[in-house]
Structure formats: C-alpha cells, structure tokens
C-alpha cells in the first residue's frame, strides 16, 4: 500500500485532570488505525503548553481542571491561532461552562458518556473542520439558559435576514442538532446540497462553524428550547 492509500492520521491530544480517564480514552482512541493519541495534560495550562509544541489535531478537552480550565484554555488555544481544534467534554451538571466554551472557539462537545463509537465520530469529524453538537446535551444546555434567550414574540432576527428561506429551514435543524444527512432526508435534497447550505449560512452570517451557527439561532430567536 502506497503513502498515499493509507488513511490520514489524526492526533489528539488529551486533556483531563483524572488520569484514569485519560487511560480508557487512550485506550480506546490507540485501537483506530486513524488515530494517535500524541500527548496527554492534566490540568489547562499543560493542556496549552502542550498544544503549542504537538500541534494534534483535535484536543480533547474537560472543562474542569486545576490551574486553568477547560474554557479558558480553549480560548488560550484559539488565541494564538493554532491550527488545532478542541472538542469539549461535559457532564450536565457543567453546562454552563460549555457556553464558555464554544463562545471561547471549541468546535463541540459531546457527553462524557456517550459510546466510544460516538466520541471516535466526533474526533474525526472535528478532525475533517466541521463541529459537534450533541443534541441531548444542547437540549439540556437550552432549557437551562432559556431565561438568557428572547422572550417569545421578540423578533430579533436581524442578523437572518441575508439568508434564503432555504437557508433558514437549514439553520433551524442545525439547531435542532440534525446531522447533513438528517437534514437531507427531511427536505428530500441531496446531502450535498445541505452542505451548500450550511456553507452559506456560515458565510452569510461570518461563522466559524455550526456551533456557532447554532447559538445563533437561539440567540436570535430561530428556535426555542421547547419548539
């Protein structure tokens, strides 16, 4: 098999205080023949020191840790403009801190729990430069910042008017955590027309990502928690 038949590797870098967390991840990650897991921090200082000189792919990032959080070194990371991306994970009863995080420029976040085959996905799909969002979690995270979104009856679309009616109906599943080919499926379009789509809406709005795409659309009114 020649160099260029084989896969693309994708580094990760793992960052948790709990080192026996960082074990089963490891553990699990080092059995893809895609993945190699290149470093490990323990708090969120090392996890920037470490991105800084490994450069990984994708940091796997917990928010909780001594010395510096998972949100302020997610922003310490985006600030330098390292071409890694981080994709947070959370337990619900952190919610808050993945606000922080995806305004600080995470590309993500998944449950601590969820199936490795899920968290395999979300790595090489942060990997690939586009961004996670684990519907049950946003749905959690939705309902409990609902007071901070616009009341009902306050249009605050402003920013939405650039797009399509397409375009809109788009961002609405994004919203509602539906994948290209979810969308695809429920608009009986092409997948590859979906990502046409989503392409505008990032550009029309001056988006990193569809995470940001989605805080947007709460944000602004789109979507609500219970819609």
């Known amino acids: 098999m020649t160099d260029a038949a084989q896969p693309r590797r994708i580094q990760v870098l ?15 990650l080092g059995a893809e023949p895609d993945l190699d897991v290149v470093g490990e921090a323990g708090d969120g200082v090392e996890a920037v020191e470490l991105t800084r000189r490994l ?19 997610t922003r310490a990371i985006v600030a330098a403009g390292l071409p890694s991306r981080v994709l947070v994970l959370t337990t619900f009863d952190l919610d808050e801190y993945v606000v922080g995080a995806l305004r600080a420029g995470a590309s993500g976040f998944l449950s601590k729990d969820v199936p490795a085959e899920e968290l395999i996905a979300g790595i090489r799909t ?4 586009e961004a996670v969002v684990s519907p049950r979690i946003l749905r ?14 306050v249009d605050r679309r402003g920013p939405l008017s650039a797009l399509t009616e ?13 994948s290209n ?36 659309a709460y944000e602004t009114g789109l979507v609500r928690p219970q819609s």
Do not use: C, N, W, Y
């Open 55 to 73: 450069l990984p792919s994708v940091v796997l990032m917990d928010v909780r840790m001594p010395r510096m959080d998972g949100v302020a070194a």
């Open 14 to 28: 793992l960052a948790d205080d709990q080192p026996l967390l960082r074990t089963g991840f490891r553990m699990v």
């Open 140 to 153: 959690r995270l939705l309902d409990q910042f609902a007071d901070r979104l616009p009341e009902p009856g």
């Open 126 to 129: 942060v990997a690939a430069g």
């Open 166 to 178: 397409r375009e809109q109906e788009v961002l609405t599943l994004m919203a509602r955590g539906r």
């Open 181 to 216: 080919g979810e969308i695809a499926r429920e608009l009986f379009v092409s997948e590859t027309t979906v990502k046409t789509h989503v392409g505008h809406v990032l550009t029309k709005l001056g988006l990193r990502d569809r995470v940001q795409a989605v805080i947007l």
